[in-house]
């Protein structure tokens, strides 16, 4: 199982709303990200998970609350966002700490969210 | 910083070759990989470059020089699916912060 799955592929929200994306890989990999992507633009990086912890916020807004639940399961939950948050949201992972291996991330096809 | 730069656009003839530049400046770095993005589409993992060189996968090739802050991907037999993003990707030091550039749209004409 090569795949990063992501839920729901669309979602739409009003600002007042709670909502949560959903992300997960069955491929043993420890590493596991969020990006958000607007159109036309590159995949900027929002969090990193390693091990199931919390290893890189860039910065990010609280009203993205991300959890790793265990090592297969990334979730980002959303609370009070404004209409520039709409955007696709990619969830990504790769393998840690193999000298052999390349470290490419492997993503999910993404979540877009419409904020209205 | 940080700055990743590529061209916005390229067109080329189904059939024929085409070279991506991607110049980078960055603190740390510790890899660089190229990927595909068709429109509406997840990025797809090309290749991947740590050391200086030419590293050859199929009809694709991606070469680096880490002294010039160069790389190129090389897209050989060109065929009307490789119309596509390509993103130039690098990847810093301490091994998880992959920072990605704005991106090539090729378009493959018949």
């Known amino acids: 199982d090569t795949e990063v799955t992501q839920t729901p592929k669309h979602l739409v929200m009003g600002m007042t709303n709670k909502k949560s994306l959903k992300c997960e890989q069955h491929m043993g990999h420890r590493a596991m990200y969020w990006y958000k992507q607007k159109a036309k633009k590159p995949p900027e990086l929002m969090f990193v998970y390693s091990y199931e912890k919390l290893s890189i916020n860039e910065s990010v807004p609280s009203r993205f609350s991300p959890e790793c639940p265990n090592s297969s399961l990334l979730n980002l939950h959303l609370h009070a966002l404004q209409p520039e948050d709409s955007a696709l949201y990619l969830c990504?992972?790769?393998?840690?700490?193999?000298?052999?291996?390349?470290?490419?991330?492997?993503f999910g096809e993404g979540s877009r969210l419409t904020v209205l | 910083g940080q700055n990743i730069d590529q061209p916005t656009e390229m067109t080329a003839t189904e059939g024929a070759i085409v070279q991506i530049n991607c110049t980078y400046q960055t603190s740390g770095f510790n890899g660089l990989f190229w990927y595909q993005q068709h429109a509406g589409e997840a990025p797809t993992f090309l290749s991947y470059n740590v050391l200086d060189g030419l590293e050859e996968k199929g009809r694709f090739s991606s070469f680096l020089s880490r002294s010039k802050g160069y790389s190129y991907l090389l897209l050989k037999e060109l065929q009307m699916k490789d119309s596509a993003s390509y993103l130039c990707a690098v990847r810093k030091t301490g091994g998880f912060k992959t920072i990605f550039g704005a991106g090539t749209r090729l378009f493959v004409k018949a």
């Open positions: 990504a992972s790769s393998q840690v700490g193999l000298a052999e291996n390349t470290g490419e991330l492997f």
